[in-house]
């Protein structure tokens, strides 16, 4: 009995019970992180100090990685970046009594640098946490019963996941600057989050190089209702070879391939660049309606993003 106390005594128990939070490592240079460089360019107008949008940016990395890791246990995914998922390496309870306790103890922090706002990061937090579960589980909800969400449901499913979460932590870059509160338009945000979801549901399934850091096509493996899916069921509901794949999911390589063919004849992939296209052009047209300064950085973000759908993969995290 002494023995193992002895021996207890000598493990740190908080870091014992993190190592899951600790498992995510970003890949080499080549994987760009798509909502850091939106929301730097959006920093343009903010003028948040750098010191302390380095707090904010590693508490916000943390509890980005911590949505992440819970998301993989959701979707069931073995692969994340290239390596085995968290919950494939220390088992579903400890990855996800991790990541509970990682999310209390950076809120914690977050509350300590920003002592004069709290209030505001409090409502923040729990609005963000609203949106981003009732997002989640509208998705899990379509995916689990094998329905085709509408393209509103998408808008619901992605404003939870996505769009939430980045227009909180653009208002965390506010109140660390002091500086007068920039009102950014709902349109403004509606369309820079479905840029971003839609790219990465895009190249999920056109871009081949996103097979080298995940499996291939893994968006099918998680039965995933992904925007150009969405768009073939809606477009042809004659049609039910997509529904019927999904339903018989985790699907072979073969079959993945059938399917990604079968989204090329209905026009998907077409349908999804013109898409971002029209968004890439929304968002700059939304900057001028609310008469900010023209912002280059920004312009070039999503130029550089939308010319290589093909050849680049820009992390994001929005699964």
Wanted: proline share 4%; with cysteine.
């Amino acid at each position: 009995m002494a023995a193992t106390s002895t021996i207890s005594a000598q493990i740190d128990p908080c870091e014992m019970i993190l190592l899951p939070t600790t498992h995510i490592t970003l890949p080499g240079p080549e994987y760009r992180n798509i909502t850091k460089r939106l929301s730097s360019a959006c920093n343009f107008w903010i003028k948040c100090p750098k010191d302390k949008r380095k707090v904010y940016g590693d508490i916000g990395d943390s509890l980005f990685n911590m949505a992440l890791i819970a998301d993989d246990i959701e979707d069931e995914t073995i692969l994340r970046r290239g390596i085995p998922t968290a919950h494939m390496i220390y088992g579903i309870p400890l990855t996800l009594h991790a990541t509970i306790y990682k999310t209390t103890l950076l809120f914690e922090k977050l509350l300590y640098h920003l002592k004069d706002d709290k209030e505001i990061v409090v409502d923040g937090f729990i609005k963000t946490g609203i949106e981003a579960f009732t997002g989640q589980g509208v998705e899990i909800y379509h995916r689990d019963i094998i329905e085709c969400p509408t393209f509103d449901d998408y808008r619901v499913i992605i404003h939870g996941k996505s769009a939430a979460i980045l227009i909180w932590g653009v208002q965390l870059l506010q109140l660390f600057a002091k500086k007068k509160r920039i009102d950014f338009s709902a349109d403004f945000w509606d369309k820079m989050v479905h840029f971003i979801q839609i790219y990465n549901d895009y190249i999920n399934l056109h871009n081949p190089k996103y097979a080298t850091i995940r499996v291939y096509c893994d968006d099918l493996d998680e039965g995933k209702f992904s925007f150009p899916i969405i768009h073939a069921i809606q477009s042809h509901p004659e049609d039910n070879r997509l529904l019927n794949m999904l339903k018989s999911r985790p699907l072979t390589i073969e079959n993945k391939k059938n399917f990604v063919e079968i989204l090329e004849s209905f026009g998907s992939f077409e349908f999804s660049r013109n898409v971002l296209e029209d968004l890439k052009k929304g968002i700059l047209e939304e900057v001028i309606k609310m008469k900010l300064d023209k912002n280059i950085q920004l312009e070039r973000v999503l130029e550089d993003i939308f010319t290589h759908l093909e050849t680049e993969i820009f992390a994001d995290g929005c699964d």
